[in-house]
Structures are given as structure tokens and as C-alpha cells.
T-cell receptor, first 116, second 113 residues
Framework: DAGITQSPRHKVTETGTPVTLRCHQT?????MYWYRQDPGHGLRLIHY???????DKGEVSDGYSVSRSKTEDFLLTLESATSSQTSVYFC???????????????FGPGTRLTVL | GENVEQHPSTLSVQEGDSAVIKCTYS??????FPWYKQELGKRPQLIID?????GEKKDQRIAVTLNKTAKHFSLHITETQPEDSAVYFC????????????FGQGTILTVHP
């Protein structure tokens, strides 16, 4: 497995509380992504980063914010958690090809978040 | 936005049979099509990918075909084994999308010994 870790791996929280999930990589890959996985929906992109301090929204970004202050860390914050944000969250990394196009995306181990 | 439809949602085969999973996409700019395998409780892992300048790619028992005109691509697994049982996801990315992937809904493959 590529050098990607996520913390925490499991979290239970209450509605209305802020939550921050961390993704840490040791591969020095430029691109980083946050996905959520829910039954029947596959994986859906929340936010992504294409460089330090460069981030943008994905398909399901409402209620989430991100920050990337250094290459190796990408943080996902739920400002005020809701039950609909109960999910498994995966971080992924990739490095663009020099000639254009994409290399493989490597996924972290995931964080299971439960919002009561 | 981009949309990827994946079928079937579940697939049950006997060991040794072939399995085929199909995906269609809507964005004509899509040019990268990976397939991921996810075992229960684990992270998705790439098993094969294909780029838009290639119509078919094979890696041992796994092959992927791409029809850009019809906007569909398929995963073929031959001589299935029980350890092939997992959830399989197709995905696509476009030319200027920073590698963002749009995933299909997933196919639960069960291989019976």
C-alpha cells in the first residue's frame, strides 16, 4: 500500500459538533482527494486539492470544507455534523503524468464516521 | 456533470466461469477509465485501467475493453476464483479534471466454489 494514513479510523460524534478528518501521505504526490462511500452510490468526490493551498469542490461538497497547508496533509472538516454525513470517508492521492493524463489513484484505509 | 452507470449491481458465478461488468459514461472528454476492486472492510485498489487511445487491455485473467463511440467500457474476468469475490467499481476521468474520478455504483461479485 502507498504511504497514506487516515486519522481517526473510527469516530462517533453527535449532531451539530465539528469534526476534522486527517489524511497524511509520504509519497509527495501533488493531487489529493476526499471521497465518501455510501451503499448504492459508489464513491463520490467531496473536495480535491491540486497543490498546497489549491483546493476545489467536488460533487457533494455541501457541509464540508478542506485545507491543505503542506504537501503531505489534507484535512476534511465537517463544520456541523449531521446524520446524513454518516459514511465511510476515503482519502486518495495521485501524481499527474509529465506528458499529460493520469496515474493511478491510491486510497487510504478509510475513516468510518457515525453521526448520532 | 459526469455520470457513470454500472451494471449489474450484483453478479453471482460459479468458480471457473467468466464475469463481465459493464459501464457507460456521458462525458465525451473522458479519457481515463480505471477499475477498482474493494474487498470487505478494505480500501479500493486499482486492478486495471485503460486510456482513450487504446481499445483493449489485458492483464492475466483480467481484461478491459473500451468503445469511445458508444461511451461504454467493460471489465472481463476469466476463470474466476473465490478470491475474486469483492465489490468492483468502474470510474472515469476527463482531460482537464486534475484526475478527479467519477465512480459507478459498484458490482458485488460472488464466486461460488
Amino acid at each position: 500500500d502507498a504511504g497514506i494514513t487516515q486519522s481517526p479510523r473510527h469516530k462517533v460524534t453527535e449532531t451539530g459538533t465539528p469534526v476534522t478528518l486527517r489524511c497524511h501521505q509520504t509519497e509527495n504526490h501533488r493531487y489529493m482527494y476526499w471521497y465518501r462511500q455510501d451503499p448504492g452510490h459508489g464513491l463520490r468526490l467531496i473536495h480535491y486539492s491540486y497543490g498546497v493551498k489549491d483546493t476545489d469542490k467536488g460533487e457533494v461538497s455541501d457541509g464540508y470544507s478542506v485545507s491543505r497547508s503542506k504537501t503531505e496533509d489534507f484535512l476534511l472538516t465537517l463544520e456541523s455534523a449531521t446524520s446524513s454525513q454518516t459514511s465511510v470517508y476515503f482519502c486518495a492521492i495521485s501524481e499527474p503524468m509529465l506528458a499529460g493524463g493520469y496515474n493511478e489513484q491510491f486510497f487510504g484505509p478509510g475513516t468510518r464516521l457515525t453521526v448520532l | 456533470g459526469e455520470n457513470v452507470e454500472q451494471h449489474p449491481s450484483t453478479l453471482s458465478v460459479q468458480e471457473g466461469d467468466s464475469a463481465v461488468i459493464k459501464c457507460t459514461y456521458s462525458d465525451s472528454a473522458s479519457n481515463y477509465f480505471p477499475w477498482y476492486k474493494q474487498e470487505l472492510g478494505k480500501r479500493p485498489q486499482l486492478i486495471i485501467d485503460i486510456r482513450s487511445n487504446v481499445g483493449e487491455k489485458k492483464d492475466q485473467r483480467i481484461a478491459v475493453t473500451l468503445n469511445k463511440t458508444a461511451k461504454h467500457f467493460s471489465l472481463h474476468i476469466t476463470e474466476t476464483q473465490p478470491e475474486d469475490s469483492a465489490v468492483y467499481f468502474c470510474a472515469e476521468a476527463g482531460g482537464t479534471s486534475y484526475g478527479k474520478l467519477t465512480f459507478g455504483q459498484g458490482t458485488i461479485l460472488t464466486v461460488h466454489p
